[in-house]
């Protein structure tokens, strides 16, 4: 059998989703082999993704790879194609570890065991559809299907406000995805040729009042699924009800799908328009930066807390995304990927602490790190990581997106420093409300209504070993970035070099023009290399 | 040479491995590893000596002349942005890699002995140990990015540190105030790199510094520009060398344990903020406005410090604030340019103040067997006295420590601090002033703790005086405790913290120290006394060896212009007010011939005022900590009502509506289209 021809994505994408078929007819007892039934699953399609891209993946290539494209519906003209390129691969690589660390860490889960994992296979596969379909109305259909899963997970196992929480969260995604399918379809029907091919459609030539409709619409819905203050609401309520497994995928994998969409349709296909969306994106990067960590710092429950977090860290992969720099770009998805891991073991680590206290209130909780050192020391880990600790992926991740806005020169001095200097304050306020949480927690005496009611037993070997993993990553990005950002180099480039060309519209040489022409001046040595391929790309 | 210099990367590697050996198995077997005490320690210390052993070679090969090294790696890359680390030693690298290790390798001997009872001995171990990494990983560093990381990974091991007994409200409070007073330093030196970077395209410390001159030369920077950046990034050594108006964290970072106050708060980790400026001064001493601010920063910290460390009680919170005031020199020697004399403060500081910190844990692991584990106790001044008696190794090293700190020849501290006097006098005769004053501030305190801690009659069995102190330090905690927000603080039984420990005393009397302990100090006295010889104005070896880049020609010149008379005038004068400052405080503490309650009653408000360590803490918990409080309540309150509240008012209405709208479903095709109708009306004559 030939390698290449060999359907490498969908096999991917539809093993865990036929594998979960399977499970009503496992036999079971109270969920024992059903859930190493689903680890093995998620394991060997974890196996499969990683041996795909270390073989069939060129690392130097910024273009699609590993196409398969069939006709599923030649009267629409829908295809099921898929592919990976730099930007969706390291989502993929992600979505695999994830989930499968999640399905480790349901091990506790009893009340309807097979159906539990019967959604959370389907979920696995939907997930790497979302990040490898190439069809805009395929996105649609998936983009949904992932939805009812979760709303499910939300419903039947969350806390004691999972009804509400539910429908909020499939209400509000599921509105807000509205605007993809009239997006979708507008940019479908637009000019001579009927195409959801998303290759084709980038290479459209929309008019520009035109862009900027579509842009909007997918702003509104990416924006939910984020999300950008003010649309946020939906995810403190969907993180506070859910359990630590489908708290690992909301944050660890839901949530980058819309800054995933957002660089794939708004920043690739409508560029014209995201030069003139870029100075709103930056400016609701930093609301989200801030608004959410004085949120998070207010809360009373643990898990709102981190899910305020969540949002406040997605600020950066906004304005990441809105540099106009490889850098601030590379940023971006750097981050998405360093959240992916910090914030599910945060979230897991919250579940985990549930277990043992039976409270989310600070309040009533205080002092067990003497009952529980092994868990204090992977809180205060996770902590760290969390509040972007040099060594760890966080770090360089909000470093390159500060870098990127700095030497950015699509935008001037006083905006740039504006922007900077309240993300920046961001950085102040972060440890701020994680070290409060650990100190409430963990520090000081102990609180004895707690201790006589709660046995705290430590750590269990299950539970470290997902800490490990995943902060082995984190740690290994943290001191080594190029490991990660070497293999989607080529798309950011590439993308931020398409950018760019329609950049100087943006640049209004005002206020201090003295500065500008300085910038010109020492720029011009390290900027030289990139000039030639600016203009050869033209 | 050369193989030693390929190999230098082990030298912040070495404790690295060490630190994650420990903790992983801590993590895996924690009973074995903990039943494992020595052994560990063993292990932890011999992976910083064979460090400080490489460190010591660097040294010699580097005052044999040989080139400086470095070495480069690209860490980071996204398109033509490079970013590369690695590692250097230079003259100042090599220097203050032997300070580090050389104190580091002694605390971790004295920890043994101070921390043999504690059950996180092991784990004490292990953060030290993560910590002399961090420290060295910053002294190699090659650019400003590096330095940054290492920045906020030596503040993190700080953190863990001063919170190491987690058990301790003071501690829990003490450690966050400490992390997040340094992110704001961090703040500011985030974006002076940013914008540096900016500006010059560059993190290296020369090419910044070029690069700048040269913008500012052709006019396309403006010096005020410039200056903002050198400023921000300033702000981090403020932060980190607990400079005014950032110094807040230091004292309360006493919590820790003692080794790790000698260690990182007053030898190491503060010392780098100097040891950044330092790495900065290409780019500073081209900016006369940075140059000043962070002179006259040093100054206001010098002469606070002092100021406040008069009326401490706490042993070892005196000492902290002497240290904060023995970095505004440093700091201030840094902004009047005096490079080397700068530097040679930071050294001798370190060696004289590691080892008074040292004697002042020794001092309270001794006043421990009598009066408890409860450090409202065991550090209080009031309670002891007479200490000299039952332990002499460390009474003498401490006296040696007073007279290195006061600036009496030949101790470390006479040369260095007179130095930074003369640097100063020639920049701007107010700054000598100030500094002056401090110099005999600083007499009269440290030796007024000397005389109030081993000298007298020994108070620790007031039983009276105890119960006071206790009711006063419980009063404190409600009055400064920065968790406020916790509404049932108030309730809980005692926040000071006594732990269950306080009951059994073993002896009415204070012990000698063993002998890991006594004997870092007694090591520690020899550098502490004999240190500064290296730098005596007939000849200095050590100003030879460091100097500010690019200054070497300067330095020759200034050595053979040397003024005796000058010179004499001026180190008669400093030695004459720490002089009087002894003088006065022997005849308060010592011959009791001036009671200082009197004068405190005469000069109330003054007394208040620096008792209450100039009120910063009441300031900033009342202006920044509940400030942002209550703004981040009302944010959350916005978010629940407005945000969300629209959130749910659409739902709501939109129930209500099709709750109304059912009642229209009459199934009447003729209503229908009655309604069809008027709808069609109204668009006509809308588009119409």
Known sequence: MNTAEFPWLTTIILFPILASFLIPFIPDHEGKTVRWYALGVGLLDFALIVYTFYTQYDFSDSGLQLVESYAWVPQLGLNWSVAADGLSMPLILLTGFITTLATLAAWPVTFKPRLFYFLILAMYGGQIAVFAVQDMLVFFLVWELELIPVYLLLAIWGGKKRLYASTKFILYTAGSSLFILIAALAMAFYGDSITFDMRSLGLKDYSLNFQLLVYGGFLIAYGVKLPIVPLHTWLPDAHGEATAPVHMLLAGILLKMGGYALIRMNVEMLPEAHVYFAPALIILGVVNIIYAALTSFAQRNLKRKIAYSSISHMGFVLIGIACFTDLGLSGAVLQMVSHGMIGASLFFLVGATYDRTHTLILDEMGGVAKKMPKVFAMWTTCSLASLALPGMSGFVAELMVFVGLATSDAYNPTFKVLVLFLAAVGVILTPIYLLSMLREIFYGPENKELTDHEVLVDAEPREIFIIASLMVPVIGIGLYPKMLTQIYDAKTLQLVARGRELVPTLTRPNTSVKIAEGIKFVEQPTQAPAIPSLEASK | ?688
């Open chain 2, 1 to 688: 040479m050369e193989p030693i210099y390929q190999y230098a990367w082990l030298i912040p590697v070495l404790p690295l491995v060490g630190a994650i050996f420990v903790g992983l198995g801590l993590i895996s077997f924690n009973k074995t590893a903990n039943a494992l005490r020595q052994l560990n320690a063993v292990f932890v210390v011999s992976m910083l000596g064979a460090a400080m052993v490489l460190s010591f070679v660097l040294l010699w090969s580097q005052v044999h002349g040989h080139e400086p090294f470095l070495r480069t790696f690209e860490w980071a890359a996204a398109g033509n942005f490079h970013l590369t680390m690695g590692y250097t030693i230079d003259h100042l690298t090599a220097f203050m890699l032997v300070i580090v290790t050389t104190v580091a390798f002694l605390v971790m001997i004295y920890t043994d002995g101070y921390m043999a009872h504690d059950p996180g001995y092991v784990r004490f171990y292990a953060y030290l140990s993560l910590f002399s990494a961090s420290m060295l990983g910053l002294v190699v560093s090659v650019n400003l990015v590096e330095v940054y990381i290492f920045w906020e990974l030596v503040g993190m091991c700080s953190y863990l540190l001063i919170g190491f007994w987690f058990d301790r409200k003071a501690a829990a409070d003490a450690c966050q105030k400490a992390f997040v007073v340094n992110r704001v330093g961090d703040f500011g030196l985030l974006l002076g790199i940013l914008g540096l970077y900016w500006a010059t395209g560059s993190f290296d410390f020369e090419v910044i510094g070029d690069r700048l001159q040269q913008l500012i030369t052709s006019g396309t920077l403006s010096v005020g520009l410039a200056s903002l950046f050198g400023i921000l990034v300033f702000l981090g050594p403020v932060a980190k060398s607990a400079q005014f108006p950032l110094h807040v964290w230091l004292p309360d970072a006493m919590e820790g344990p003692t080794p790790i106050s000698a260690l990182i708060h007053a030898a190491t980790m503060v010392a780098a903020g100097v040891f950044l400026i330092a790495r900065m001064f290409p780019v500073f001493e081209g900016l006369p406005v940075v140059m000043s601010v962070i002179a006259w920063t040093g100054a206001l910290t010098a002469l606070l410090g002092a100021t406040i460390a008069i009326t401490q009680n706490d042993i070892k919170k005196g000492l902290a604030y002497s240290t904060i005031s023995q970095l505004g020199y440093m700091v201030l020697a840094m902004g009047v340019g005096a490079y080397s004399a700068g530097l040679f403060h930071l050294m001798t500081h370190a060696y004289f103040k590691a080892m008074l910190f040292l004697g002042s844990g020794s001092v309270i692991h001794g006043m421990e067997s009598v009066v408890g584990h409860d450090p409202a106790l065991a550090q209080d001044m009031r309670l002891m006295g007479g200490l000299r008696k039952y332990m002499p190794m460390t009474a003498l090293t401490f006296l040696v420590g007073c007279l290195a700190i006061s600036g009496i020849p030949p101790f470390a501290g006479f040369w260095s601090k007179d130095e930074i006097l003369e640097a100063a006098l020639t920049a701007n005769p107010l700054l000598w002033i100030v500094g002056w004053l401090t110099a005999g501030i600083t007499a009269f305190y440290m030796f007024r703790m000397y005389y109030a801690t081993f000298e007298g009659n020994f108070r620790g069995n007031e039983s009276q005086l105890r119960q006071q102190l206790k009711t006063e330090s419980n009063e404190m905690a409600y009055a400064f405790g920065p968790g406020a927000m916790d509404p049932k603080e108030l309730t809980l039984p005692s926040p000071s913290q006594t732990s269950d420990h306080n009951a059994h005393t073993h002896s009415s009397s204070p012990h000698e120290s063993p002998l890991t302990m006594t004997l870092p100090l007694l090591i520690l006295a020899v550098p502490s006394a004999l240190i500064g010889l290296l730098g005596t104005p007939i000849d200095n070896f050590f100003e030879g060896f460091i100097h500010a880049p690019g200054k070497a020609m300067e330095v020759m010149e200034t050595a053979a212009e040397f003024n005796w008379t000058e010179y004499l005038v001026l180190a008669s004068a400093s030695v004459g007010i720490a002089l009087v400052g002894i003088t006065l405080a022997s005849l308060m503490y010592l011959r009791h011939q001036i009671d200082p309650k009197a004068i405190a009653d005469k000069i109330q408000p003054l007394y208040q005022f620096s008792f209450h360590k100039w009120y910063f803490d009441e300031f900033y918990e009342s202006v920044f900590v509940r400030g942002c409080r209550r703004l981040a309540r009302q944010i959350l309150e916005v978010d629940y009502n407005v945000v969300d509240g629209a959130v749910n008012l659409t739902g709501f209405v939109a129930l209500l509506s099709g709750e109304g709208l059912k009642y229209l479903e009459s199934g009447k095709a003729q209503f229908y289209a009655l309604v069809i109708f008027v709808a069609l009306l109204g668009f006509v004559i809308v588009a119409a």
